[in-house]
């Protein structure tokens, strides 16, 4: 019975592992084609301005740029933004954030993080509501530190619906909305922003930049 038991878990580890392996993630930006495996951070882009014109370049991808005059002048930069690619949600964040990918056998978790703002898509392979996971929360943080209300939000004109779960623990304020997202499959994800108020309990300014360029770019597959 225990080499039975070993054996599926030797299966169930390998199994993640060439998930993790395999580049299943393909997706045009800046038209370049890029492809990741789940747990692989999205690439740099860099901006060549020429004169009127700008191209746009991906890390370690060549690219021609025929009009590109021999002695003009070029300025190079980083693309403010990266492209959050995975589990058929597209979205732009600060390319400053950490980068994450924890793929197991129960759920997917991507975790992209600033100074005072969190981001997470989490892909359970079991479904979870909203609710389930805000009660989970509640548990870890105690009642009598949180308070929660029905939301709906906006994101490039897509309504999404969840809960907002206000947190003060240890003399911290904290927001999290937590939203579920429904592929064109029918696939249950989350999305959850965390936000550290500041001092005066009002909304981060990196919160309000960060979710300002995700309201311009979130798209769901």
């Excluded at 060549?48 to 930069?77: G, H, M």
Aim: aromatic residues 10%.
């Amino acid at each position: 019975m225990k080499k039975i038991i070993f054996v599926i878990s030797l299966i169930l580890v390998l199994t993640t592992y060439l998930s993790c392996k395999k580049k299943e993630t393909k997706i045009d930006f800046k038209n370049f084609e890029i492809s990741l495996s789940k747990n692989e951070e999205p690439p740099l882009i860099f901006e060549l301005k020429c004169e009127d014109e700008t191209q746009y370049f991906v890390e370690n991808q060549p690219k021609k740029w025929d009009r590109l005059a021999k002695n003009s002048e070029t300025t190079i930069s980083v693309y403010e933004w990266k492209l959050f690619p995975h589990n058929n949600i597209l979205f732009e964040y600060p390319r400053t954030y950490s980068f994450e990918a924890e793929l197991s056998i129960t759920e997917d978790i991507w975790t992209l993080s600033g100074n005072n703002f969190v981001i997470m898509v989490i892909r359970p392979i079991i479904e979870m509501d909203v609710h389930s996971y805000v009660n989970d929360l509640i548990v870890q943080f105690g009642s009598e530190n949180c308070i929660t209300k029905d939301i709906t939000k906006k994101l490039n004109n897509i309504e999404l619906k969840g809960i907002k779960l206000s947190v003060v623990i240890a003399g911290i304020d904290m927001e999290l909305d937590i939203l579920q997202v429904i592929d064109s499959k029918g696939k249950k994800s989350l999305i959850v922003f965390q936000d550290s108020l500041t001092d005066t309990k009002e909304k981060s300014i990196e919160s309000k930049n960060t979710l300002e360029r995700i309201n311009q770019t979130f798209k769901i597959n």
